[in-house]
């Protein structure tokens, strides 16, 4: 699920919008894990990851699933 989360934030990266809303640079914080919202299982997975900037802070919520296991995920 690390290629995973490193695709998110590549695509964070990559947001013009997201980049302007924050100002860079980005900080990706550690995520919640006893945060009902986050879960991850063989086929789907849902994640709030917590990201700051230097104007502004929030959430970046994904959700994707996959086809069968060890698969690309499609977010």
């Known amino acids: 699920w690390a290629s995973y989360y490193e695709?998110?934030?590549?695509?964070?990266?990559?947001?013009?919008?997201?980049?302007?809303a924050l100002c860079t640079?980005?900080?990706?914080?550690?995520?919640?894990?006893?945060?009902?919202?986050?879960?991850?299982?063989?086929?789907?997975t849902q994640l709030k990851i917590p990201v700051s900037g230097f104007k502004s802070e929030g959430h970046l919520y994904v959700s994707s699933s996959r086809d069968a296991p060890f698969q690309r995920w499609h977010p």
């Open 25 to 44: 640079p980005l900080n990706i914080h550690y995520l919640h894990l006893t945060d009902k919202y986050n879960f991850v299982d063989i086929a789907s």
């Open 7 to 20: 695709l998110v934030l590549e695509q964070l990266h990559s947001h013009p919008e997201s980049l302007e």
